[in-house]
């Protein structure tokens, strides 16, 4: 069975860093494509990373490109968000997903001071 269990979820200051993980189980890590995912209080999910399998090739919205960088450890079946430079529209529900299939239950970031 497919697991995803995001952690690292916080309240930070704006202009502060977090790194979140997230767990997997339950299928071939080292082959699956990897997304992050958030959804902001009152609004729809936005697409936030990709990393392939590799985790050679990375992409990233707009809104977080040079402040968010996603990276994988094949040998922990653990994928990461390490987000700097935090802002207050960053505040949301953020999800790991495989293959936009698979989802966890989200870990909650939120940026005020």
């Known amino acids: 069975e497919v697991s995803l269990v995001e952690s690292g979820g916080t309240m930070v200051q704006p202009g502060g860093s977090l790194r979140l993980s997230c767990a997997a189980s339950?299928?071939?890590?080292?082959?699956?494509?990897l997304h992050w995912v958030r959804q902001a209080p009152g609004k729809g999910l936005e697409w936030v990373a990709t990393?392939?399998?590799?985790?050679?090739?990375?992409y990233y919205a707009d809104s977080v490109k040079g402040r968010f960088t996603i990276s994988r450890d094949n040998t922990k079946n653990m994928l990461y968000l390490q987000m700097n430079s935090l802002k207050s529209e960053d505040t949301a529900l953020y999800y790991c997903?495989?293959?936009?299939?698979?989802w966890g239950r989200g870990t909650q970031v939120t940026v005020s001071s």
């Open positions: 997903a495989k293959d936009f299939g698979y």
């Open positions: 339950g299928f071939t890590f080292s082959n699956s494509l």
């Open positions: 990393i392939y399998t590799g985790g050679g090739s990375t």
